[in-house]
């Protein structure tokens, strides 16, 4: 049979999500996870993999099985050999045609920045940080020019191994919250690095170090050398990944600042 998990991690202690010799990604701690609870080695395929230093409050994969779990056990089975910072959310029996990363419809992301002249302890490897004030109208106006269909060479890293640069924006929005400012992006798919040197650039122009016109000349530029760097891991977050409706996969909608 075929189970989807809902997963939620701190990025900060793991090197990224796929697989590597030294063990220490989430993909290692899930996969060691799960074949002690089912007795019996388990991969696992996800919607999306993130880099070292990102989080994911909606990360869904599946897996295979031949063992028969309640849902609930397979949510405290597992965690209880998960360390602290990488959790089971939710689990549910699908379609054996449901794919975690091939049946994804959308997926979303917040970048959280914290804005204030001096760092924060308290939001290290949380938040993204700049000390420069920004203007979160001017980069609001900047990321107009972003949305919609686009290739989208010009924010993709050199290691992109995606066929196509043509991404659908969907979403941009840009909100301020006393120091915090959230950037919260939708997309059908995002290449990679894609939403860090979307944020780079919407600080140089939000810093008053470029107009807020330079955003549509770096895109239609296709040439990432024209753009920002890419900026820290520390504030992504993988908020949601969306599916046809008939899959049945619970909305993981949400934000890890509850602000007011």
């Known amino acids: 049979m075929k189970i989807a998990l809902g997963i939620e991690y701190d990025g900060f202690p793991w090197h990224g999500w796929q697989s590597q010799p030294d063990g220490c990604t989430v993909q290692d701690q899930l996969e060691a996870a799960l074949s002690r609870f089912a007795d019996e080695p388990v991969r696992v395929h996800c919607a999306g993999r993130t880099d070292t230093g990102v989080h994911a409050l909606g990360q869904v994969v599946h897996l295979e099985t031949e063992k028969l779990r309640e849902n609930h056990a397979w949510v405290r089975g ?11 959310r939710w689990a549910l029996p699908v379609a054996d045609d449901f794919h975690a990363r091939f049946s994804a419809t959308g ?4 970048y959280w920045l914290y804005n204030h002249p001096v760092r924060s302890a308290l939001h290290v490897n949380r938040t993204g940080w700049t000390h420069t004030p920004l203007d979160t109208g001017r980069m609001a106006e ?6 919609g269909t686009h290739d989208f060479s010009a924010f993709r890293s050199s290691e992109c191994q995606a066929k196509s640069p043509v991404r659908t924006l969907h979403q941009l929005d840009i909100a301020r919250f006393g120091d915090l400012i959230r950037l919260r992006l ?11 040197n979307i944020v780079g650039t919407l600080i140089y122009i939000g810093s008053g170090r470029q107009p807020a016109a330079w955003a549509a000349e770096i895109l239609e530029s296709r040439n990432r050398i024209r753009a920002a760097p890419t900026f820290a891991a520390a504030g992504l977050y993988l908020t949601q990944v969306e599916y046809p409706r008939h899959f049945g996969i619970p909305s993981q909608a949400a934000s890890p600042f509850v602000l007011s």
């Open 107 to 110: 997926r979303s992301y917040e």
């Open 78 to 88: 597992v965690n209880a050999h998960l360390p602290d910072s990488i959790a089971v």
């Open 186 to 196: 939708s997309a059908d798919a995002f290449l990679h690095h894609m939403v860090r």
């Open 142 to 147: 900047a990321a107009q020019s972003l949305l």
